[in-house]
């Protein structure tokens, strides 16, 4: 029996070469002192592997049709077993993702490991990022409840106001002038053939490259890199003391990543996915969307930026963080690899982690960020103490139709709007009225989407808040 065994196993290492190329790729020399710093890059492989099982697995279920996609998720949720912690764990698996991809790129930002040879490393790695953010971006609209939805529409309007070519890109980001269903078989296929496909292609040249060049070996101040001698001097040190990748390296990657994944699988249990939040209806009109939580850094930058350089910021913002990003290997690739001695760099990135998690702590309790979940406005809030029906039915429409998400009233409701607590002393009914039909600047026009009489019983209501 054994024998067999070994006879089939024989057979296979022959014809695919296993022992004679794989074994030494994972018994290579690596540099004896990479310890924990080094485990992000692989945590996040390993992250994406789990975001490649739970997504298959989901898409058996769901269906991306624009008439279909909300109820296959509610089944997903409420009915599939395991569904409710399966799509748990494909959330938290992409905020973890994300998380790490950003941590592997700041460790390797901070070691200078980008610098010769092992520039393209840090390009094909600058690759990875922007498709592991464009995979976020897409699989919220996925979800197909108003929150990914408007998310999606406010993105593509703002892409939409690039200068000159702002239209083609919107039209390319949604498949058509708006959004619908043509657009959520784009998402669709960005989502699961596109990105993977490049995902895939570029994590193989990655982990090629990093064969290749060898896993940098922990800066030394005072030890520089010279392009002229680096390879010699890294052959050489590998060969006095380098360790062998599996196990001496490897296990700590084993830890940790198993480490990730067992939490994200925790959490998925515990908290599960995020709510659904209703199906998409434009009658609600929810102008502010709340976006996952690593999209809100982008959104919050472009709510606080002063409108008159927003169009310039559209197109110039990306393009220069992609530049900057690809040409950091180009602008420095050799000399001093120890963050002591790189203070500007440090500087640099500390400026940009800091920036990063401001806009998102922002975004989190900011205006802008909707209250979709305020609680309905109850009328011991409001100032008439023996409210009609009318303006009881007043109360109600403010909440029903989305007024409550962006103003305030007695500390019910959001700060996008002004606070309309006292509205009754500023503006009279006439004035009240037209206010609500046109809308404004950030206030949507509601004379299309109220009926006349609705717009009265707000306005009764809103008259007397003085
Ligand atoms: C998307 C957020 C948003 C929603 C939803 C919204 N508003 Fe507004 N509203 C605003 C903003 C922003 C302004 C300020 C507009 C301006 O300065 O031009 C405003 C202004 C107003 C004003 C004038 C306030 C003043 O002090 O001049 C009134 C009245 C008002 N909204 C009523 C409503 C009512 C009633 C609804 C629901 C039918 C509603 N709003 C829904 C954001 C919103």
Redesign the pocket.
């Known amino acids: 029996m054994t024998k067999s065994i070994k006879k089939i196993w024989k057979w296979i290492d022959d014809r695919s070469g296993f022992t004679e190329n794989i074994v030494p790729i994972i018994k290579h020399p690596v540099p004896p002192k990479a310890k924990w710093s080094y485990v992000f890059g692989s945590a996040t492989l390993f992250c994406f592997i789990l975001q490649v099982i739970t997504g298959i697995a989901l898409s058996l279920l769901y269906q991306p049709s624009s008439s279909e996609a909300y109820q296959s998720l509610l089944f997903i949720t409420n009915k599939a077993k395991f569904g409710n912690v399966l799509r748990g764990i494909h959330y938290f698996g992409a905020s973890a993702m994300i998380i790490l991809v950003g941590i592997h790129m700041i460790r390797v930002y901070i070691t200078a490991s980008y610098k010769f040879p092992r520039e393209m490393n840090w390009i094909s790695g600058v690759i990875l990022l922007l498709c592991t953010i464009f995979m976020g971006f897409t699989g919220q609209l996925l979800r197909w409840d108003s929150n990914g939805i408007w998310s999606s529409v406010v993105a593509a309007e703002q892409l939409g106001r690039t200068p000159f070519i702002g239209k083609y890109l919107a039209r390319l980001l949604l498949g058509g002038d708006t959004i619908g269903g043509q657009s959520l078989s784009r998402f669709y296929s960005y989502h699961v053939f596109m990105v993977p496909a490049m995902i895939f292609i570029f994590i193989g040249f990655h982990l090629y490259l990093v064969i290749r060049n060898g896993i940098s070996e922990p800066p030394k101040a005072g030890r520089l890199v010279d392009p002229k001698t680096y390879r010699a001097w890294y052959k050489n040190m590998l060969k006095e003391k380098g360790v062998p990748f599996w196990p001496n390296a490897a296990w700590r990657d084993v830890m940790f990543s198993a480490f990730i994944i067992i939490g994200i699988i925790c959490l998925a249990f515990i908290f599960g996915p995020p709510v659904l939040s209703g199906k998409p209806d434009p009658a609600v009109?929810?102008?502010?969307p709340q976006p996952d939580w690593y999209m809100v850094p982008f959104f919050s930058l472009f709510a606080l930026m002063p409108h008159k350089i927003e169009s310039v910021a559209m197109l110039l913002g990306p393009i220069l963080t992609i530049i900057i990003l690809f040409s950091i290997p180009f602008i420095s690739n050799s000399g001093e690899r120890s963050p002591i001695k790189r203070p500007w760099a440090m500087y640099g990135v500390i400026c940009v982690t800091v920036f990063v998690i401001s806009l998102l702590v922002i975004g989190l309790k900011a205006p802008w960020s909707p209250h979709f979940n305020t609680k309905p406005l109850p009328l011991s809030a409001i100032k008439s103490k023996n409210p009609d029906s009318t303006i009881v039915q007043g109360v109600n429409?403010?909440y029903t139709?989305?007024?409550e998400?962006?103003?305030k009233i007695n500390s019910y409701g959001?700060i996008?709007?002004?606070d309309?607590t006292t509205?009754g002393n500023?503006?009279n009914e006439q004035e009240?009225k037209i206010?609500?039909v046109n809308?404004?600047?950030?206030?949507?026009a509601?004379g299309g989407i109220?009926s006349k009489d609705e717009i009265n019983k707000?306005v009764a209501f809103?008259s007397t808040q003085n």
């Open positions: 009109l929810t102008t502010i429409l403010f139709k989305g007024c998400y962006c103003h959001g996008d709007g002004p309309l509205i500023r503006l009240l206010r609500i809308g404004g600047k950030n206030m949507p509601f109220l707000v809103l």
